[in-house]
């Protein structure tokens, strides 16, 4: 059969969504991801998924999986829309315009990061895209991460290798720290590592953030070691402090106030020097969430539309109310996989409309499954990089269903039964 290659495909493995991939299909499935890394090999494995339309365990057409859960989602009291990973912003578009007219809550696995979502709305925040840190990052921060395990090609694409405008000769021209929270560790080729217990890291964060702004000189380990690094940084042309906003691998919890005190330093810091906060973001177009929610609605996540209008509940989303028992109905749009481990358990105890990449193969058995491609390997449109740039999609496979389309056609169904 008939070797082809997509170029400029972009991947969803992580959220550095790098668009330099070339795909090459042999036949209908992909033979190869090139410079992709292990984490994008993965994800695009050979494009193959599952293509069921299943109604209480049973295999059905189309147009009556739609049909029950257009009668399932009417019936509900309190529903749950929530927009998991692998589907494109217009996917995203039409799930919000489902939740509004259901007045149901509206959320995504943003929840998770809620503390670092809440702290830039209190605080704002310094940030910048990975296109600029590249151009001009000359210390590069590594906060508690090593890049190379959850977003690989990060070091090699943007934040140390590439040569740029203020960086001419790459890696020579950037001073690498490395600052070890526990067992986070950050990035193994540092030039200068710091560690700092979990239990000090916000003291040291907010001993820094003084140290910055002349307030405060001190003894002690921590003292010396925060006095020091944040004296380079003040030194230094432009600082990329790097962090990872995603649940600790280790699975530990991070301190709730690490959030603010990072964005807290990072804005001290733009006076002596200038720095960008730059926040890792998993990948599945979760970013794009995000911002299609907040153009849709004026929040992020966590949206309710039960009063009739958006309201602000990032206190109580998804994960509060299924827990409380408050959710009957649920519709998921995108990839179980990426779904929160306590929201999927959740999501088993109540009726589960699922649509989206495999999620026939969901482990909680929604009561209708309607499997769809994954947006970037079947489904074109739109994707947001980790720092909000979006990226076009080029899919390389056609696949079953497209997602946004059974979402609208969800719609259609539910404004007819409404009317």
């Keep these: 059969m008939t070797r082809r290659t997509v170029e400029h495909a972009t991947c969803l493995g992580c959220g550095c969504a790098c668009d330099d991939i070339a795909v090459v299909v042999d036949g209908d499935r992909i033979a190869e991801a ?42 509900a009291e309190r529903p749950l829309v929530y927009l998991a990973p692998d589907i494109s912003c217009e996917t995203q578009r039409a799930a919000v315009a489902v939740a509004d007219r259901l007045g149901a809550l509206l959320d995504s696995p943003t929840a998770e990061v809620a503390a670092g979502i809440l702290a830039s709305q209190r605080r704002g925040r310094a940030g910048a895209t990975l296109g600029e840190i590249r151009q001009r990052a000359d210390l590069v921060v590594f906060w508690g991460v090593d890049p190379a395990d959850r977003y690989p ?5 943007y934040a140390v290798d590439p040569t740029g405008l203020q960086a001419p000769d790459g890696r020579h ?12 560790r950050g990035a193994a080729d540092a030039d200068e590592r710091v560690a700092i217990t ?6 040291a964060l907010a001993f ?49 106030d690490r959030a603010e005190a990072l964005i807290a330093l990072a804005q001290a ?18 970013s794009g969430a995000d911002a299609v929610a907040t153009w849709q609605t004026g929040f992020p996540f966590a949206v309710d539309f039960a009063p009739g209008y958006p309201c602000y509940r990032p206190h109580a989303g998804a994960a509060v109310l299924l827990g409380r028992g408050e959710i009957d109905v649920a519709l998921l749009v995108g990839s179980p996989a990426g779904v929160p481990p306590a929201v999927a358990a959740a999501l088993g105890q109540v009726t589960t409309i699922a649509i989206g990449p495999r999620v026939s193969a969901a482990p909680f058995r929604p009561k209708v499954a309607i499997d769809t491609g994954v947006a970037g390997i079947h489904e074109g449109g739109i994707a947001f990089r980790m720092d909000d740039v979006p990226l ?24 007819k039964g409404q009317s």
């Design 208 to 256: 820094m953030r003084a140290v910055v702004l002349g307030r405060v000189t001190g003894d002690g380990t921590v003292a010396r070691a925060a006095t020091g690094l944040a004296t380079q940084m003040m030194r230094a042309r432009y600082v990329a402090l790097v962090h990872d906003a995603e649940p600790s691998p280790h699975g530990l919890l991070h301190h709730p």
């Design 269 to 286: 810091l733009n006076g002596p020097a200038r720095c960008a906060l730059s926040s890792l973001r998993a990948g599945g177009n979760r």
């Design 34 to 75: 090139r410079n992709s890394c292990p984490l994008g090999r993965a994800w695009f494995a050979d494009g193959s998924v599952p293509r069921e339309t299943r109604s209480s365990g049973k295999t059905v057409a189309p147009d009556v999986a739609l049909a029950d859960a257009a009668k399932l989602l009417g019936r």
């Design 392 to 415: 076009p999609l080029r899919p390389a496979l056609s696949g079953p269903s497209v997602a946004a389309d059974v979402v609208r056609a969800l719609a259609a169904r539910l404004t």
């Design 153 to 157: 090609r990060y070091a090699s694409r």
């Design 198 to 203: 979990p239990e000090d890291e916000v003291d």
């Design 173 to 184: 021209s950037r001073r690498v720290v490395a600052v070890d929270v526990g067992p986070s």
